[in-house]
């Protein structure tokens, strides 16, 4: 049984935090960050998948995505059963990756090979020129999520964003440094189950 607020037991907070789904063209890998790009027909299917899931263990309380396309569809397939439509949190949207937005990997180490060298050695602080570096994310997607979970104490809530913000969340939810974002996975329409307490959280799903 979950705690409940005034029950006098800790309350609990369920965050289900989803990667959106697969995107037109997701079958070559690529640094889309800020880019818009539309969900693929199975995106859209993996979104309803992930939906029925999560309307079989609760009945969502609030839905938040990133404003990017690709997550504003994929929460609106979210929320259905829920009679919910997102709301657009700008913070939650993914990485900037500057100069090598839309470039494939292959294309990123032939154009620009040590700026590609410098970005897989340290994740951390550097970034593309025009793109924002893994601190500059983490400050304001968590800046974002805390105000989030905060106005939502005990309560289910749905979040619907991107790969490197999501890597970023878990890191922080795990105690993991930050540098480490790459040894979490997350494939198209995953699912990540986290329950906040008062005392500190617990991932009880990761890529789902």
Not at 72 to 93: D, F, W
Not at 95 to 124: T, V
Not at 136 to 150: D, Y
Request: glycine share 10%; hydrophobic share 40%; charged share 25%.
């Amino acid at each position: 049984m979950r705690e409940k607020p005034g029950d006098g037991l800790p309350v609990i907070t369920t965050l289900y935090l989803i990667r959106h789904g697969e995107t037109e063209g997701g079958e070559v890998p690529r640094y889309k960050g800020s880019i818009d790009v539309p969900l693929s027909a199975h995106g859209i299917d993996q979104m309803r998948r992930v939906s029925q899931r999560i309307a079989a263990d609760t009945t969502l309380r609030a839905l938040y995505s990133s404003d990017l396309a690709r997550a504003v569809k994929s929460a609106e397939t979210i929320g259905e059963p829920h009679s919910l439509r997102p709301e657009v949190i700008p913070g939650l949207r993914e990485r900037s990756f500057g100069i090598w937005e839309g470039m494939s990997f292959d294309e990123i180490r032939e154009k620009h090979p040590l700026e590609f060298e410098a970005w897989a050695g340290n994740p951390l602080e550097f970034s593309p020129m025009g793109g924002e570096t893994t601190l500059e994310v983490s400050a304001r997607c968590m800046e974002a999520l805390n105000s989030l979970l905060n106005d939502h104490r005990g309560e289910p809530i749905a979040v619907v964003s991107h790969g490197g913000i999501i890597r970023i969340v878990l890191c922080h939810m795990l105690g993991m440094p930050l540098k480490n974002i790459f040894r979490i996975d997350q494939d198209y329409g995953a699912l990540n189950v986290i329950e906040i307490s008062d005392h500190y959280p617990v991932v009880r799903m990761i890529n789902g």
